[in-house]
């Protein structure tokens, strides 16, 4: 494949595929948000039935959106994390980084050696940038017994990838004590982890800035 081909792709993969998914989570969030701002009034009013249901319809949003961004695909290709790390992995001699430096400090932050991370030519960067992400995504392809107990982010995910399965996409017959809960907050942590993956490759890998210095994306 050719340099142009790669970049297409991997402008299909975090533009249309992450970046779009993390816009509509984002956007669920910040409307049940402002609906729990305005709780009272909306009581007041008669109207706490009519909001509550919409509150649920964008919990739902949230976690589908969510579940997407870390989702593997088995059976299908799926525009995610896990698949755009794979393009980044296939192509690692293709790539040309657009702030090599930053990519260096970037690494050497997450606990990279120095003299080891500023040794390696493009390609390395790239595989090295790869190994991070996958050691540091949710883990996806746990029993659900296994997800108590791990890691935040892990835990997180397992509980809001049960609720699409069990709740969302079948109506299982389960009952809802039975399932694993995440808070706004838990599952903005995912969130905050795909803001970072897409602003460090979009920058270094297509030249698109995501984020400013303050971290707003």
């Known amino acids: 494949m050719k340099v142009e081909e790669a970049k297409e792709r991997l402008r299909d993969y975090l533009l249309d595929g992450i970046a779009s998914e993390i816009f509509r989570a984002e956007e669920a969030y910040s409307l049940a948000a402002e609906i729990g701002n305005h709780a009272e009034e909306i009581n007041s009013a008669n109207f706490g039935e009519f909001f509550g249901s919409l509150q649920?319809?964008?919990?739902?949003?949230?976690t589908l959106s969510i579940v997407k961004l870390f989702d593997s695909g088995k059976r299908h290709p799926t525009r995610?994390?896990?698949?755009t790390l794979s393009i980044?992995?296939?192509?690692?001699?293709?790539?040309?980084?657009s702030d090599r430096q930053a990519l260096c400090r970037f690494l050497i932050d997450a606990g990279g050696e120095s003299s080891e991370v500023e040794s390696l030519d493009d390609a390395g960067l790239t595989r090295a940038l790869v190994a991070h992400f996958e050691n540091t995504l949710p883990a996806s392809r746990l029993p659900a017994s296994r997800y108590i107990g791990l890691d935040k982010r892990t835990a997180s995910f397992g509980a809001l990838r049960q609720a699409r399965n069990k709740v969302i996409a079948h109506n299982e017959d389960i009952k809802a004590d039975e399932?694993?809960?995440?808070t706004w907050g838990e599952a903005r942590s995912l969130l905050n982890y795909a803001k970072k993956f897409v602003a460090t490759v979009g920058d270094q890998y297509l030249g698109l800035i995501f984020s400013d210095s303050s971290d707003n994306y």
Request: no cysteine; proline share 8%; net charge positive.
């Open 80 to 83: 995610s994390i896990p698949a």
């Open 88 to 97: 980044l992995k296939s192509y690692a001699e293709l790539w040309k980084l």
């Open 179 to 182: 399932l694993p809960t995440v």
């Open 56 to 62: 649920i319809i964008l919990s739902d949003r949230q």
